[in-house]
C-alpha cells in the first residue's frame, strides 16, 4: 500500500473527475505535483494504511476460519481431499468480504474524501509573509466534519456497490487458490510463482468489477444533496453523462496498484507462512 498509493491518488480522482480524467498517467502525475507538491500524490496516506491493515486482518480473519469450517467437514465426511473447492472458495470470499465491508466501509469513505481533496500550491505562495500555509486536515478532523455536516450514514455512502465488490476478493482468492492447488501437484509454489498467481488472479478480478468500483467512489464523495441517489442511479448517470467508458476512468493506475499490491500480497504471505512451519518444526521435533 505504501509503496504503490500514489496509483491510488491518480486512479481515484479520475474516478471522481469526470471532466479531468482524460489526461495521460504522466501529465496527471505533473499536474498533481505541480498544484499540490509531492505529498499531493500521498493525500490520505495515513488512512489507507490504517484501513488495508483493519481490511486485510478482518478479510483473512473470517477467510480462514470458514475454510477452517469447510475442511474440518471435509475430514468428517471422509474426503479424500482436504483443499477446498471452487464453491467453497466462493463461499468462504463472500462471507470474508461481506464482513469486511460491512466493518470498514467508514474507514474508505473518509479516505477517498482525503485523497480527492486538492491543495492549491499556488494559494498557499500568495499568503502574507509570516503567515503559515492552513494545514491538509487529518484523518480524524476530515472524520469529525464529515459527520457533522452529513451524519452518521455518511460513513456507509456506496456501502451497496461495495458489497457488489466482494466478488472481487472471491474470484481473485478462487483463481489464486485453483491454480496454486493446480501446480502443487506438479511442482512446489515458490514465492516467485505465488506473487505471479497473486497479480493474474487480481487482474481478472479488477478488470471486471471496475465499474462498481467507480461508482463506489463518486458515492463516498457525493455530498449531502445527493445521497439520496443509489448505486443503480448513479450507474445511469454515468452512462447518460460520459457513456460506458465513464465506468473506466483510472483503469490504468488502478489495475498497476492492485496488481502488484495483491501480488506482494500473496508472495509475502507464502514467505511467512513457510518461515512459521521451520520456526514450528524444530519445536516439534523436541517435543
Known amino acids: 500500500m505504501a509503496l504503490t498509493y500514489p496509483l491510488i491518488t ?18 496527471a502525475v505533473r499536474r498533481i505535483v505541480q498544484r499540490e507538491g509531492v505529498t499531493g500524490l500521498y493525500a490520505g496516506v495515513d488512512s489507507a494504511l490504517f484501513g488495508i491493515s483493519v481490511t486485510n486482518f478482518v478479510y483473512y480473519y473470517w477467510y480462514e476460519w470458514t475454510r477452517a469450517g469447510f475442511e474440518k467437514a471435509a475430514i468428517t465426511a471422509g474426503r479424500a481431499s482436504k483443499k477446498l473447492t471452487t464453491v467453497e472458495s466462493m463461499i468462504a470470499g463472500a462471507i470474508a468480504g461481506s464482513a469486511t465491508v460491512l466493518l470498514t466501509n467508514p474507514i474508505w469513505v473518509v479516505n477517498t474524501r482525503m485523497t480527492t481533496r486538492k491543495r492549491n500550491k499556488e494559494t498557499e505562495e ?5 503567515s503559515k500555509p492552513a494545514k491538509a486536515p487529518s484523518t480524524v478532523s476530515t472524520l469529525l466534519a464529515l459527520l457533522k455536516e452529513e451524519g452518521p450514514q455518511a460513513l456507509f455512502a456506496g456501502v451497496v456497490p461495495a458489497l457488489v465488490l466482494v466478488i472481487n476478493p472471491i474470484l481473485q482468492y478462487t483463481i489464486f487458490e485453483q491454480l496454486k492447488n493446480m501446480l502443487e501437484k506438479k511442482r512446489r509454489v515458490t514465492p516467485t510463482m505465488a506473487f505471479l498467481l497473486g497479480a493474474f488472479g487480481k487482474l481478472v478480478a479488477t478488470t471486471l468489477t471496475y465499474p462498481y468500483i467507480t461508482v463506489k467512489s463518486r458515492m463516498h464523495v457525493a455530498g449531502k444533496d445527493s445521497q439520496k441517489e443509489n448505486m443503480m442511479d448513479g450507474m445511469r448517470r454515468i452512462i447518460r453523462e460520459e457513456g460506458y467508458v465513464g465506468f473506466y476512468k483510472g483503469i490504468g493506475p488502478k489495475v498497476t496498484q492492485s496488481v502488484l499490491t495483491a501480488a506482494f500480497l500473496f508472495a509475502f504471505k507464502d514467505v511467512l507462512y513457510e518461515m512459521s512451519l521451520k520456526v514450528r518444526k524444530p519445536a516439534s521435533i523436541k517435543a
Open 10 to 27: 491518480l486512479s481515484t480522482r479520475a474516478q471522481v473527475e469526470s471532466t479531468r480524467a482524460e489526461s495521460k498517467f504522466l501529465d
Open 126 to 130: 500568495g499568503l502574507l509573509p509570516g
